[in-house]
């Protein structure tokens, strides 16, 4: 079973730009579906971008234009880079396995890791 260790969050002002990464052991990270996902205080996880085994993509609405993700399958790695940040981007992002359809992504493992916190000041 694959494990994922997000990294790279922090404190950035409105406007500004970070790349989170999300890195996973096993030999096996080829064949999976990665979505990034985030959680601010009081609300609840959400979606934000998912990526195929082939590096088909899909994005939230909010962050299209703004967010990119890409893999590098050599590397066993994920990233989330994300320009022009603004305030209601601040949550603990989170990256996960799941399933990527044309319609959809869909979560596919209740465990998560500890996130890596994304603060924005403006």
């Known amino acids: 079973q694959v494990q994922l260790v997000e990294s790279g969050g922090g404190l950035v002002q409105a406007g500004g730009s970070l790349r989170l990464s999300c890195a996973a052991s096993?030999?096996?990270?080829?064949?999976?579906?990665i979505g990034w996902y985030r959680q601010a205080p009081g609300k609840q996880r959400e979606l934000v971008a998912a990526?195929?085994?082939?590096?088909?993509?899909k994005y939230t609405d909010s962050v299209k234009g703004r967010f990119t993700i890409s893999r590098d399958n050599a590397k066993n790695t994920v990233y989330l880079q994300m320009n022009t940040l603004q305030p209601e981007d601040a949550a603990v992002y989170y990256c996960?396995?799941?399933?990527?359809?044309?319609?959809?992504?869909?979560?596919?493992?209740?465990?998560w890791g500890q996130g890596t916190r994304v603060s924005v000041s403006s």
């Open positions: 996960n396995t799941g399933s990527y359809y044309s319609s959809g992504y869909y979560g596919a493992s209740e465990y």
């Open positions: 096993g030999s096996t990270f080829r064949f999976y579906a």
């Open positions: 990526i195929s085994s082939g590096g088909s993509t």
